[in-house]
């Protein structure tokens, strides 16, 4: 069936280090692929998505493209910040009046000044 | 953007009563609401689909008796856990869609319901 996989965390980084959280994916066709935020006590944000092979998803200097060949969705940013410390999903969907989404177990990152 | 609310943010009940937990979309109107639990360390699951007035559908494996799920207006939607048992214990979450057709982007979230069942 299909699913995603995220890389466990927790991630702890200094300011301005570079950010990459892995995921991949699995599906029978070829679903629109989202990286969603929690921040502390908020629900989920979307952050980015990308709904075809090669797209980019972009937002807030955080970057994911949609690789078929590898089936991964990896969230990478140059410099983080304090303020980015949150908990990260990757998610898979499809389209339609029901719009389920699949998501990953989710990446706790924790950026220390 | 849109906002979700949920309420309670956080309940504890005994075993054997029955939880509400309320979500409503705070500045728009939402055709289709989404449930989700969320297992320590886990990811979301979807537990079943509500639109507007009509009935929710569950995915496999949910109790449709167990966890009662009402749409009753374009902005509230419940979530009822019936006969509450410690393995109910659980974080939910709830997700609205603004639009009838939308894709994942457009389902806004709340912020999550803490159910302890001692």
């Known amino acids: 069936g299909n699913s995603v996989t995220q890389m466990e965390g927790p991630v702890t980084l200094s300011e301005e280090a570079f950010l990459t959280i892995n995921c991949t994916y699995t599906?029978?066709?070829?679903?629109?692929l989202f990286w969603y935020v929690q921040y502390p006590g908020e629900g989920l944000q979307l952050l980015l998505k990308a709904t075809k092979a090669d797209d980019k998803g972009s937002n807030k200097g955080f970057e994911a493209t949609y690789r078929k060949e590898t089936t991964s969705f990896h969230l990478e940013k140059g410099s983080v910040q304090v303020s980015d410390s949150a908990v990260y999903f990757c998610a898979q969907g499809y389209g339609g009046s029901q719009g389920n989404l699949i998501f990953g177990k989710g990446t706790k990152l924790s950026v220390k000044p | 953007g849109a906002v979700v609310s949920q309420h309670p943010s956080r309940v504890i009940c005994k075993s054997g009563t029955s939880v509400k937990i309320e979500c409503r979309s705070l500045?728009?109107?939402?055709?289709?609401m989404f449930w989700y639990r969320q297992f320590p360390k886990k990811s979301l699951m979807l537990m079943a689909t509500s639109n507007e007035g009509s009935k929710a559908t569950y995915e496999q494996g949910v109790e449709k008796d167990k966890f009662l799920i009402n749409h009753a207006s374009l902005t509230l939607s419940t979530l009822t856990v019936t006969s509450a048992h410690p393995e109910d214990s659980s974080f939910y979450i709830c997700s609205a869609d603004q639009t009838s057709g939308g894709m994942g982007d457009e389902q806004f979230f709340g912020p999550g319901t803490r159910l302890t069942v001692l």
């Open positions: 500045d728009f109107q939402a055709t289709t």
């Open positions: 599906a029978t066709g070829y679903p629109s």
